[in-house]
Protein backbone atom coordinates (compact mmCIF):
# COMPACT_ATOMS: atom_id res chain seq x y z
CA UNK A 1 0.00 0.00 0.00
CA UNK A 2 2.79 2.31 0.62
CA UNK A 3 4.85 1.26 -2.04
CA UNK A 4 1.98 2.32 -4.06
CA UNK A 5 0.80 5.35 -2.52
CA UNK A 6 4.95 5.88 -3.19
CA UNK A 7 4.71 5.06 -6.88
CA UNK A 8 1.41 7.57 -7.59
CA UNK A 9 3.51 10.23 -6.38
CA UNK A 10 6.55 9.86 -8.12
CA UNK A 11 4.55 9.28 -10.86
CA UNK A 12 2.40 12.81 -10.34
CA UNK A 13 6.05 14.52 -9.60
CA UNK A 14 7.00 13.10 -13.35
CA UNK A 15 4.24 14.55 -14.78
CA UNK A 16 3.73 17.89 -13.14
CA UNK A 17 7.71 18.45 -12.75
CA UNK A 18 8.55 19.92 -16.28
CA UNK A 19 5.96 22.49 -15.73
CA UNK A 20 8.85 24.01 -13.12
CA UNK A 21 11.86 23.65 -15.01
CA UNK A 22 14.12 25.58 -17.02
CA UNK A 23 14.54 24.25 -20.55
CA UNK A 24 17.92 22.98 -19.69
CA UNK A 25 16.70 20.74 -16.50
CA UNK A 26 13.94 19.49 -18.58
CA UNK A 27 16.59 17.87 -21.02
CA UNK A 28 18.47 16.50 -17.93
CA UNK A 29 15.13 15.19 -16.36
CA UNK A 30 14.30 13.49 -20.37
CA UNK A 31 17.84 12.00 -20.21
CA UNK A 32 17.01 10.17 -16.72
CA UNK A 33 14.02 9.15 -18.28
CA UNK A 34 15.88 7.48 -21.10
CA UNK A 35 18.89 6.20 -19.14
CA UNK A 36 16.35 4.54 -16.91
CA UNK A 37 14.91 2.27 -19.46
CA UNK A 38 18.61 1.55 -20.51
CA UNK A 39 19.55 0.72 -16.76
CA UNK A 40 16.20 -1.39 -15.96
CA UNK A 41 16.90 -3.16 -19.07
CA UNK A 42 19.86 -4.29 -17.74
CA UNK A 43 18.45 -5.12 -14.57
CA UNK A 44 16.23 -7.88 -15.73
CA UNK A 45 19.59 -9.69 -16.88
CA UNK A 46 22.00 -8.64 -14.10
CA UNK A 47 19.64 -7.75 -11.11
CA UNK A 48 17.10 -10.57 -11.69
CA UNK A 49 18.63 -13.05 -13.59
CA UNK A 50 22.00 -12.77 -12.01
CA UNK A 51 23.82 -12.71 -15.22
CA UNK A 52 26.48 -10.13 -15.21
CA UNK A 53 26.95 -8.19 -18.93
CA UNK A 54 29.44 -5.48 -19.53
CA UNK A 55 28.34 -5.24 -23.43
CA UNK A 56 24.89 -3.86 -22.25
CA UNK A 57 25.16 -1.19 -24.76
CA UNK A 58 25.58 -3.30 -27.70
CA UNK A 59 21.41 -3.16 -27.80
CA UNK A 60 21.21 0.55 -27.02
CA UNK A 61 23.43 1.00 -29.83
CA UNK A 62 21.89 -1.09 -32.52
CA UNK A 63 18.78 0.24 -31.61
CA UNK A 64 19.92 3.78 -31.78
CA UNK A 65 21.80 3.33 -35.08
CA UNK A 66 19.01 1.55 -36.73
CA UNK A 67 16.64 4.23 -35.93
CA UNK A 68 19.27 6.85 -36.99
CA UNK A 69 20.43 5.83 -40.27
CA UNK A 70 16.91 4.75 -41.33
CA UNK A 71 15.78 8.52 -40.54
CA UNK A 72 18.45 10.17 -42.15
CA UNK A 73 19.15 8.10 -44.95
CA UNK A 74 15.71 6.17 -45.77
CA UNK A 75 12.65 7.62 -44.57
CA UNK A 76 11.93 9.39 -41.54
CA UNK A 77 8.54 7.48 -40.48
CA UNK A 78 8.61 6.95 -36.64
CA UNK A 79 6.74 3.68 -37.11
CA UNK A 80 8.97 1.94 -39.34
CA UNK A 81 12.42 3.72 -37.94
CA UNK A 82 11.86 3.02 -34.13
CA UNK A 83 10.11 -0.53 -35.28
CA UNK A 84 13.21 -1.60 -36.99
CA UNK A 85 15.52 -0.31 -33.74
CA UNK A 86 13.48 -2.57 -31.83
CA UNK A 87 13.69 -5.54 -33.92
CA UNK A 88 17.02 -4.86 -34.59
CA UNK A 89 18.31 -4.44 -30.56
CA UNK A 90 16.04 -8.05 -29.88
CA UNK A 91 17.84 -9.96 -32.91
CA UNK A 92 21.05 -8.50 -31.32
CA UNK A 93 20.22 -10.02 -28.07
CA UNK A 94 18.79 -13.51 -29.87
CA UNK A 95 22.55 -13.76 -31.80
CA UNK A 96 24.92 -12.62 -28.55
CA UNK A 97 22.48 -14.67 -27.15
CA UNK A 98 23.21 -17.80 -28.63
CA UNK A 99 27.15 -17.19 -28.10
CA UNK A 100 27.15 -15.65 -24.57
CA UNK A 101 24.87 -17.94 -22.27
CA UNK A 102 27.13 -20.95 -23.01
CA UNK A 103 29.62 -18.97 -20.24
CA UNK A 104 29.08 -17.79 -16.18
CA UNK A 105 30.09 -15.42 -14.21
CA UNK A 106 33.37 -13.33 -15.39
CA UNK A 107 33.47 -15.30 -18.13
CA UNK A 108 29.47 -13.88 -19.57
CA UNK A 109 31.22 -10.57 -18.80
CA UNK A 110 33.86 -10.99 -21.34
CA UNK A 111 32.28 -12.17 -23.90
CA UNK A 112 29.31 -9.45 -23.72
CA UNK A 113 31.99 -7.56 -23.68
CA UNK A 114 34.04 -8.29 -26.95
CA UNK A 115 30.41 -8.95 -28.57
CA UNK A 116 29.80 -5.19 -28.26
CA UNK A 117 33.70 -4.18 -28.94
CA UNK A 118 32.70 -6.14 -32.42
CA UNK A 119 29.73 -3.70 -33.12
CA UNK A 120 31.82 -0.85 -31.99
CA UNK A 121 33.99 -1.01 -33.59
CA UNK A 122 32.16 -2.00 -36.94
CA UNK A 123 30.28 1.39 -36.04
CA UNK A 124 33.85 3.11 -36.02
CA UNK A 125 35.03 2.13 -39.02
CA UNK A 126 32.39 1.75 -41.77
CA UNK A 127 32.38 5.18 -42.11
CA UNK A 128 30.28 5.79 -45.50
CA UNK A 129 27.52 4.23 -43.75
CA UNK A 130 27.76 5.43 -39.96
CA UNK A 131 30.17 8.41 -40.37
CA UNK A 132 32.72 6.55 -38.25
CA UNK A 133 33.36 8.47 -35.20
CA UNK A 134 32.11 11.75 -36.87
CA UNK A 135 28.67 10.10 -35.76
CA UNK A 136 25.95 10.51 -37.95
CA UNK A 137 24.27 13.95 -37.06
CA UNK A 138 20.90 15.19 -37.98
CA UNK A 139 18.66 12.97 -36.98
CA UNK A 140 14.98 14.57 -36.69
CA UNK A 141 12.87 14.26 -34.24
CA UNK A 142 10.28 12.03 -34.97
CA UNK A 143 6.85 13.04 -36.29
CA UNK A 144 3.88 11.16 -35.14
CA UNK A 145 1.05 13.20 -36.44
CA UNK A 146 -0.14 14.83 -33.51
CA UNK A 147 -0.69 18.44 -33.19
CA UNK A 148 1.95 18.80 -31.33
CA UNK A 149 5.41 18.99 -32.79
CA UNK A 150 7.85 16.61 -30.96
CA UNK A 151 10.68 19.31 -31.45
CA UNK A 152 9.95 21.14 -28.47
CA UNK A 153 11.51 20.08 -25.20
CA UNK A 154 8.32 19.84 -23.01
CA UNK A 155 6.46 17.50 -25.65
CA UNK A 156 9.40 15.49 -26.27
CA UNK A 157 9.66 14.73 -22.62
CA UNK A 158 6.11 13.97 -22.22
CA UNK A 159 6.75 11.19 -25.29
CA UNK A 160 9.48 10.12 -23.63
CA UNK A 161 7.39 9.56 -20.69
CA UNK A 162 4.68 7.62 -22.45
CA UNK A 163 7.76 5.18 -23.13
CA UNK A 164 8.97 5.20 -20.11
CA UNK A 165 5.77 4.15 -17.76
CA UNK A 166 4.96 1.24 -20.67
CA UNK A 167 8.46 0.16 -19.87
CA UNK A 168 7.83 0.16 -16.12
CA UNK A 169 4.32 -1.41 -16.19
CA UNK A 170 5.44 -4.44 -18.81
CA UNK A 171 8.71 -5.44 -16.72
CA UNK A 172 6.27 -4.71 -13.27
CA UNK A 173 4.23 -7.61 -15.26
CA UNK A 174 7.17 -9.43 -16.15
CA UNK A 175 8.80 -9.74 -12.74
CA UNK A 176 5.83 -10.64 -10.89
CA UNK A 177 4.91 -12.97 -13.73
CA UNK A 178 5.64 -17.18 -13.50
CA UNK A 179 8.57 -16.28 -15.90
CA UNK A 180 9.62 -13.34 -13.75
CA UNK A 181 9.64 -15.38 -10.08
CA UNK A 182 11.61 -18.00 -12.63
CA UNK A 183 14.44 -15.78 -13.25
CA UNK A 184 14.51 -14.97 -9.69
CA UNK A 185 15.24 -18.44 -9.64
CA UNK A 186 17.92 -18.99 -11.16
CA UNK A 187 19.47 -16.24 -9.78
CA UNK A 188 19.17 -17.60 -6.47
CA UNK A 189 20.07 -21.39 -7.83
CA UNK A 190 20.38 -22.75 -11.33
CA UNK A 191 20.87 -26.46 -10.15
CA UNK A 192 18.17 -26.37 -8.22
CA UNK A 193 15.83 -25.09 -10.77
CA UNK A 194 17.12 -27.21 -13.26
CA UNK A 195 16.24 -30.34 -11.14
CA UNK A 196 12.64 -28.38 -10.83
CA UNK A 197 12.21 -28.87 -14.08
CA UNK A 198 12.87 -25.53 -15.52
CA UNK A 199 14.44 -25.07 -18.80
CA UNK A 200 17.13 -22.52 -17.44
CA UNK A 201 18.51 -22.06 -20.98
CA UNK A 202 16.12 -20.85 -22.23
CA UNK A 203 14.51 -18.62 -19.52
CA UNK A 204 17.98 -16.74 -19.84
CA UNK A 205 17.93 -16.70 -23.40
CA UNK A 206 14.16 -15.25 -23.22
CA UNK A 207 15.37 -12.50 -20.59
CA UNK A 208 18.24 -11.83 -22.93
CA UNK A 209 16.43 -10.82 -25.60
CA UNK A 210 14.29 -9.26 -23.62
CA UNK A 211 16.68 -7.25 -22.30
CA UNK A 212 17.79 -6.38 -25.92
CA UNK A 213 14.90 -5.24 -26.85
CA UNK A 214 13.86 -2.46 -23.84
CA UNK A 215 17.60 -1.52 -24.19
CA UNK A 216 17.34 -0.87 -27.96
CA UNK A 217 13.81 1.11 -27.11
CA UNK A 218 16.66 3.27 -24.49
CA UNK A 219 18.62 3.73 -28.09
CA UNK A 220 15.82 4.56 -30.12
CA UNK A 221 14.62 7.59 -27.48
CA UNK A 222 18.22 8.89 -27.58
CA UNK A 223 18.77 9.55 -30.83
CA UNK A 224 16.04 11.04 -30.86
CA UNK A 225 16.91 13.23 -28.07
CA UNK A 226 20.35 14.24 -28.77
CA UNK A 227 19.84 13.94 -32.85
CA UNK A 228 22.76 12.39 -33.13
CA UNK A 229 24.39 8.88 -32.97
CA UNK A 230 27.75 8.40 -32.21
CA UNK A 231 30.24 4.93 -31.99
CA UNK A 232 30.18 6.08 -27.89
CA UNK A 233 26.99 4.86 -28.02
CA UNK A 234 27.85 1.24 -28.51
CA UNK A 235 30.91 1.74 -26.22
CA UNK A 236 32.03 -0.03 -22.84
CA UNK A 237 32.09 3.59 -21.34
CA UNK A 238 27.68 3.56 -22.34
CA UNK A 239 27.42 -0.34 -20.80
CA UNK A 240 29.56 0.41 -17.45
CA UNK A 241 27.48 3.55 -16.83
CA UNK A 242 23.97 1.02 -17.10
CA UNK A 243 25.81 -1.31 -15.02
CA UNK A 244 26.76 1.33 -12.34
CA UNK A 245 23.20 2.76 -12.22
CA UNK A 246 21.78 -0.46 -12.09
CA UNK A 247 24.16 -1.33 -8.66
CA UNK A 248 23.92 2.11 -7.59
CA UNK A 249 20.08 2.08 -7.81
CA UNK A 250 19.53 -1.26 -6.79
CA UNK A 251 20.12 -4.27 -8.79
CA UNK A 252 17.11 -6.57 -8.72
CA UNK A 253 14.36 -4.16 -7.84
CA UNK A 254 11.96 -2.32 -10.28
CA UNK A 255 13.05 0.79 -9.87
CA UNK A 256 16.22 1.35 -8.48
CA UNK A 257 17.59 1.44 -11.97
CA UNK A 258 15.70 4.37 -12.60
CA UNK A 259 16.68 6.02 -9.15
CA UNK A 260 20.47 5.04 -10.33
CA UNK A 261 20.41 6.73 -13.44
CA UNK A 262 18.75 9.95 -11.84
CA UNK A 263 21.56 10.08 -9.79
CA UNK A 264 24.55 9.24 -11.93
CA UNK A 265 22.98 12.54 -14.58
CA UNK A 266 22.62 14.81 -12.09
CA UNK A 267 26.18 13.73 -10.93
CA UNK A 268 27.80 13.97 -14.04
CA UNK A 269 26.13 17.33 -14.59
CA UNK A 270 27.16 18.69 -11.74
CA UNK A 271 30.70 17.48 -11.73
CA UNK A 272 31.24 18.31 -15.27
CA UNK A 273 30.90 22.13 -14.33
CA UNK A 274 34.12 21.52 -12.05
CA UNK A 275 36.60 18.98 -13.86
CA UNK A 276 37.06 17.25 -17.04
CA UNK A 277 37.61 13.90 -14.75
CA UNK A 278 34.43 12.30 -14.59
CA UNK A 279 34.80 8.60 -15.73
CA UNK A 280 37.19 9.04 -12.50
CA UNK A 281 34.49 10.38 -9.85
CA UNK A 282 32.16 7.31 -11.86
CA UNK A 283 34.42 4.76 -10.90
CA UNK A 284 35.28 5.65 -7.37
CA UNK A 285 31.29 5.96 -6.53
CA UNK A 286 31.05 2.51 -8.22
CA UNK A 287 33.81 1.35 -6.02
CA UNK A 288 32.29 2.84 -2.61
CA UNK A 289 28.86 1.80 -3.64
CA UNK A 290 29.89 -2.24 -4.08
CA UNK A 291 31.41 -1.65 -0.37
CA UNK A 292 29.38 0.94 1.21
CA UNK A 293 26.19 -0.14 0.32
CA UNK A 294 25.64 -3.17 -1.81
CA UNK A 295 22.24 -2.84 -1.96
CA UNK A 296 22.01 0.10 -3.44
CA UNK A 297 19.72 2.89 -2.79
CA UNK A 298 16.88 1.37 -3.04
CA UNK A 299 18.63 -0.58 -0.13
CA UNK A 300 19.60 2.21 1.88
CA UNK A 301 15.79 3.65 1.52
CA UNK A 302 14.50 0.02 3.17
CA UNK A 303 17.05 -0.05 5.30
CA UNK A 304 16.31 3.47 6.90
CA UNK A 305 11.95 2.41 6.72
CA UNK A 306 12.83 -1.03 8.07
CA UNK A 307 14.97 0.25 11.30
CA UNK A 308 12.06 2.95 12.37
CA UNK A 309 9.51 0.14 12.00
CA UNK A 310 11.14 -1.88 13.93
CA UNK B 1 7.83 -52.71 -13.23
CA UNK B 2 10.87 -50.48 -12.97
CA UNK B 3 11.65 -47.20 -11.97
CA UNK B 4 14.40 -46.53 -12.71
CA UNK B 5 17.29 -48.95 -14.20
CA UNK B 6 20.44 -47.71 -15.29
CA UNK B 7 23.22 -50.03 -17.39
CA UNK B 8 26.89 -50.05 -17.32
CA UNK B 9 27.43 -46.47 -16.35
CA UNK B 10 30.93 -45.55 -17.00
CA UNK B 11 32.14 -42.13 -15.93
CA UNK B 12 35.64 -40.46 -16.03
CA UNK B 13 36.40 -37.25 -14.77
CA UNK B 14 39.91 -36.88 -16.71
CA UNK B 15 41.99 -39.77 -15.74
CA UNK B 16 39.95 -40.80 -12.89
CA UNK B 17 37.44 -43.36 -13.34
CA UNK B 18 34.57 -42.27 -11.07
CA UNK B 19 32.43 -45.00 -12.11
CA UNK B 20 33.33 -48.47 -13.67
CA UNK B 21 30.03 -49.98 -14.86
CA UNK B 22 27.60 -49.64 -12.82
CA UNK B 23 24.21 -51.61 -13.04
CA UNK B 24 21.49 -51.80 -11.16
CA UNK B 25 17.18 -51.04 -11.31
CA UNK B 26 14.82 -49.99 -8.27
CA UNK B 27 11.25 -51.17 -8.92
CA UNK B 28 8.45 -48.75 -8.48
CA UNK B 29 7.45 -47.91 -5.02
CA UNK B 30 10.79 -49.19 -3.56
CA UNK B 31 13.42 -47.87 -1.54
CA UNK B 32 16.91 -48.29 -2.08
CA UNK B 33 19.77 -46.83 -0.43
CA UNK B 34 23.39 -46.35 -1.54
CA UNK B 35 25.99 -47.35 0.42
CA UNK B 36 29.97 -46.61 -0.20
CA UNK B 37 32.82 -44.62 1.77
CA UNK B 38 33.87 -41.25 0.35
CA UNK B 39 34.62 -41.57 -3.71
CA UNK B 40 32.73 -44.82 -4.51
CA UNK B 41 31.46 -42.63 -6.92
CA UNK B 42 28.04 -41.86 -5.23
CA UNK B 43 27.04 -38.46 -5.81
CA UNK B 44 28.62 -38.86 -9.18
CA UNK B 45 25.92 -41.46 -9.93
CA UNK B 46 22.78 -38.91 -8.89
CA UNK B 47 24.40 -36.11 -11.21
CA UNK B 48 24.12 -38.87 -14.16
CA UNK B 49 20.97 -40.46 -13.43
CA UNK B 50 19.97 -36.44 -12.98
CA UNK B 51 21.25 -35.35 -16.15
CA UNK B 52 23.56 -32.96 -14.18
CA UNK B 53 26.57 -34.89 -15.79
CA UNK B 54 26.51 -36.14 -19.63
CA UNK B 55 26.58 -39.73 -19.98
CA UNK B 56 29.64 -41.04 -21.33
CA UNK B 57 28.61 -44.52 -21.81
CA UNK B 58 26.14 -46.61 -20.79
CA UNK B 59 22.31 -46.47 -20.27
CA UNK B 60 19.49 -44.62 -18.27
CA UNK B 61 15.77 -45.34 -18.18
CA UNK B 62 13.09 -43.89 -15.92
CA UNK B 63 10.18 -46.13 -16.42
CA UNK B 64 9.36 -46.36 -20.16
CA UNK B 65 11.60 -43.07 -21.10
CA UNK B 66 15.34 -43.98 -22.41
CA UNK B 67 16.05 -40.53 -20.27
CA UNK B 68 20.34 -41.40 -21.36
CA UNK B 69 20.53 -38.04 -23.49
CA UNK B 70 17.85 -35.58 -21.95
CA UNK B 71 18.81 -32.23 -20.32
CA UNK B 72 18.06 -32.60 -16.81
CA UNK B 73 14.94 -30.35 -17.00
CA UNK B 74 13.45 -32.78 -18.88
CA UNK B 75 13.93 -35.47 -16.66
CA UNK B 76 12.52 -33.78 -13.91
CA UNK B 77 9.36 -33.41 -16.08
CA UNK B 78 9.10 -37.04 -16.39
CA UNK B 79 9.03 -37.29 -12.67
CA UNK B 80 12.74 -37.72 -11.67
CA UNK B 81 13.68 -35.79 -8.37
CA UNK B 82 16.02 -34.99 -6.67
CA UNK B 83 18.01 -33.23 -3.39
CA UNK B 84 21.53 -32.13 -3.25
CA UNK B 85 24.51 -33.27 -0.36
CA UNK B 86 25.23 -29.58 -0.25
CA UNK B 87 22.26 -27.23 0.60
CA UNK B 88 21.39 -26.30 -2.72
CA UNK B 89 18.51 -23.57 -1.91
CA UNK B 90 17.33 -20.43 -2.54
CA UNK B 91 18.61 -18.22 -0.12
CA UNK B 92 17.29 -14.81 -0.94
CA UNK B 93 13.65 -16.32 -1.21
CA UNK B 94 11.14 -16.81 1.27
CA UNK B 95 10.07 -20.20 2.21
CA UNK B 96 7.02 -20.24 0.60
CA UNK B 97 8.51 -18.50 -2.78
CA UNK B 98 10.71 -21.44 -2.57
CA UNK B 99 8.36 -23.65 -2.46
CA UNK B 100 5.73 -22.03 -5.29
CA UNK B 101 9.17 -22.02 -7.47
CA UNK B 102 9.02 -26.25 -7.03
CA UNK B 103 5.21 -26.40 -7.84
CA UNK B 104 5.30 -23.68 -10.70
CA UNK B 105 8.18 -25.93 -12.02
CA UNK B 106 6.11 -29.07 -12.33
CA UNK B 107 2.99 -26.79 -13.82
CA UNK B 108 2.53 -25.90 -17.50
CA UNK B 109 2.30 -22.34 -16.48
CA UNK B 110 5.80 -21.99 -15.76
CA UNK B 111 6.61 -19.67 -18.62
CA UNK B 112 3.51 -17.80 -18.74
CA UNK B 113 5.21 -13.83 -18.29
CA UNK B 114 1.56 -11.65 -18.90
CA UNK B 115 -0.46 -12.26 -15.52
CA UNK B 116 1.22 -11.95 -12.08
CA UNK B 117 1.73 -15.45 -10.13
CA UNK B 118 -1.10 -14.04 -7.87
CA UNK B 119 -3.18 -15.04 -10.55
CA UNK B 120 -2.94 -18.60 -10.32
CA UNK B 121 -4.24 -19.25 -6.82
CA UNK B 122 -3.98 -23.20 -7.08
CA UNK B 123 0.21 -22.73 -6.79
CA UNK B 124 -0.08 -21.09 -3.65
CA UNK B 125 -3.08 -23.87 -2.09
CA UNK B 126 -0.85 -26.84 -3.36
CA UNK B 127 2.53 -24.71 -1.66
CA UNK B 128 1.12 -24.19 1.49
CA UNK B 129 -0.78 -27.44 1.53
CA UNK B 130 3.22 -28.85 1.09
CA UNK B 131 4.16 -26.61 4.08
CA UNK B 132 1.24 -27.61 6.41
CA UNK B 133 1.78 -31.03 5.41
CA UNK B 134 5.66 -31.32 6.88
CA UNK B 135 5.14 -28.73 9.58
CA UNK B 136 6.29 -25.48 8.13
CA UNK B 137 3.85 -23.59 7.58
CA UNK B 138 4.46 -21.28 10.40
CA UNK B 139 8.03 -20.61 8.40
CA UNK B 140 6.69 -19.72 5.44
CA UNK B 141 7.78 -16.16 5.23
CA UNK B 142 11.04 -16.48 6.77
CA UNK B 143 13.61 -15.91 4.17
CA UNK B 144 15.85 -19.25 3.27
CA UNK B 145 19.26 -18.23 4.44
CA UNK B 146 17.75 -17.59 8.20
CA UNK B 147 16.26 -20.97 8.28
CA UNK B 148 18.04 -23.51 10.73
CA UNK B 149 20.50 -26.12 8.57
CA UNK B 150 17.68 -28.72 9.89
CA UNK B 151 15.01 -26.88 8.80
CA UNK B 152 16.61 -26.30 5.50
CA UNK B 153 17.42 -29.87 4.83
CA UNK B 154 13.49 -30.18 5.45
CA UNK B 155 12.53 -27.51 2.71
CA UNK B 156 14.85 -29.47 0.33
CA UNK B 157 13.01 -32.12 0.86
CA UNK B 158 9.80 -30.28 0.60
CA UNK B 159 10.79 -29.11 -2.67
CA UNK B 160 11.59 -32.13 -4.08
CA UNK B 161 8.12 -32.93 -3.27
CA UNK B 162 6.43 -30.08 -4.50
CA UNK B 163 6.94 -31.70 -8.33
CA UNK B 164 4.77 -34.86 -7.38
CA UNK B 165 8.11 -36.59 -8.53
CA UNK B 166 7.54 -40.69 -9.13
CA UNK B 167 11.21 -41.11 -8.49
CA UNK B 168 13.05 -39.12 -5.89
CA UNK B 169 16.90 -39.19 -5.38
CA UNK B 170 18.06 -37.91 -2.15
CA UNK B 171 21.69 -37.38 -1.20
CA UNK B 172 22.48 -37.75 2.45
CA UNK B 173 19.28 -36.14 3.71
CA UNK B 174 20.83 -35.97 7.18
CA UNK B 175 24.45 -35.11 6.42
CA UNK B 176 25.67 -32.90 9.30
CA UNK B 177 22.25 -32.78 11.17
CA UNK B 178 22.01 -33.53 15.02
CA UNK B 179 20.46 -36.49 16.21
CA UNK B 180 17.21 -35.17 16.81
CA UNK B 181 16.88 -33.33 13.40
CA UNK B 182 18.09 -36.82 12.13
CA UNK B 183 15.29 -38.40 13.80
CA UNK B 184 12.76 -35.47 11.82
CA UNK B 185 14.07 -35.72 8.42
CA UNK B 186 14.00 -39.72 8.93
CA UNK B 187 10.31 -39.55 10.21
CA UNK B 188 9.56 -37.29 6.97
CA UNK B 189 11.15 -39.43 4.79
CA UNK B 190 9.40 -42.21 6.29
CA UNK B 191 5.62 -40.48 5.69
CA UNK B 192 6.54 -40.54 1.90
CA UNK B 193 4.17 -42.06 -0.14
CA UNK B 194 5.23 -45.49 -0.88
CA UNK B 195 3.99 -44.35 -4.59
CA UNK B 196 7.23 -42.26 -4.48
CA UNK B 197 10.10 -44.72 -5.36
CA UNK B 198 13.35 -43.47 -2.94
CA UNK B 199 17.11 -43.78 -3.59
CA UNK B 200 18.81 -42.70 -0.89
CA UNK B 201 22.70 -42.16 -0.01
CA UNK B 202 23.12 -42.18 3.32
CA UNK B 203 25.93 -42.29 5.65
CA UNK B 204 24.52 -42.60 9.18
CA UNK B 205 24.10 -46.65 8.98
CA UNK B 206 21.15 -46.44 11.84
CA UNK B 207 19.00 -44.37 9.52
CA UNK B 208 20.19 -46.13 6.33
CA UNK B 209 19.05 -49.19 6.59
CA UNK B 210 16.10 -48.34 8.48
CA UNK B 211 14.97 -46.66 5.63
CA UNK B 212 15.50 -49.02 3.11
CA UNK B 213 13.89 -52.32 1.21
CA UNK B 214 17.10 -53.44 -0.30
CA UNK B 215 20.58 -51.74 -0.49
CA UNK B 216 23.44 -51.53 -3.13
CA UNK B 217 27.28 -51.40 -2.03
CA UNK B 218 29.25 -49.32 -4.06
CA UNK B 219 33.02 -49.60 -3.86
CA UNK B 220 35.82 -47.54 -6.12
CA UNK B 221 33.14 -46.89 -9.35
CA UNK B 222 31.32 -50.93 -8.87
CA UNK B 223 28.61 -52.27 -7.37
CA UNK B 224 30.21 -54.29 -4.69
CA UNK B 225 27.32 -56.22 -3.53
CA UNK B 226 23.63 -55.75 -3.48
CA UNK B 227 20.71 -57.42 -1.71
CA UNK B 228 18.40 -56.88 1.06
CA UNK B 229 19.30 -54.73 4.46
CA UNK B 230 19.61 -57.98 6.09
CA UNK B 231 21.67 -59.86 3.58
CA UNK B 232 24.16 -56.60 3.18
CA UNK B 233 24.25 -56.24 7.38
CA UNK B 234 25.98 -59.97 6.71
CA UNK B 235 28.18 -59.12 4.09
CA UNK B 236 32.04 -59.54 5.16
CA UNK B 237 33.34 -57.92 2.25
CA UNK B 238 30.84 -55.18 2.56
CA UNK B 239 31.81 -55.11 6.76
CA UNK B 240 35.55 -54.62 5.88
CA UNK B 241 35.79 -51.85 3.31
CA UNK B 242 32.69 -50.27 4.49
CA UNK B 243 31.95 -50.53 8.20
CA UNK B 244 35.49 -51.50 9.67
CA UNK B 245 35.25 -54.97 11.02
CA UNK B 246 35.90 -55.42 14.35
CA UNK B 247 39.66 -57.19 13.99
CA UNK B 248 40.79 -53.50 12.77
Known amino acids: MKQRALVACAGLVLIALPLLLSSYQLGLLTKMLIFAIFAMSLNLVLGYTGLPSLGHAAYFGMGAYTVGLLAVRVVNNFWIDFGAGLVAAAVTGALFGLLALRAQGSYLLMITLALSQVLWGIAFGWRQLTGGDDGLPGVPRPDLGLPWSLAGGLAFYYFVLVFFALVVGALWVLIGSPFGRALVGIRESERRMEVLGYDVWLHKYVAFILAGLFAGLAGGLFVYYTGFVSPAYLSIVFSAMALIMVILGGAGTLLGPALGSAAIVILENVISTYTQRWLLILGLIYVAVTIFAPAGLVGIVRGRLGSRAA | ?248
Request: glycine share 8%; hydrophobic share 45%.
Open chain 2, 1 to 248: MTALAVERLVHDFGGLRALAGVDFAVARGERLTILGPNGAGKTTLFNLITGIYRTQAGRIRLFDHDVTALKPHRRARLGLGRTFQITTLFPGLSVLDSVLLAVQGADAIRFALHRPLTAYPHLFERAETLLGEWGLLDRRDVLTRQLSYGEQRQVELILALAGSPRVLLLDEPTAGLSPAETAAVASMIRRFSRDITVLLIEHDMDVALELADRVTVLYQGRVLAAGTTEEIRRNRQVAEIYLGTDEG
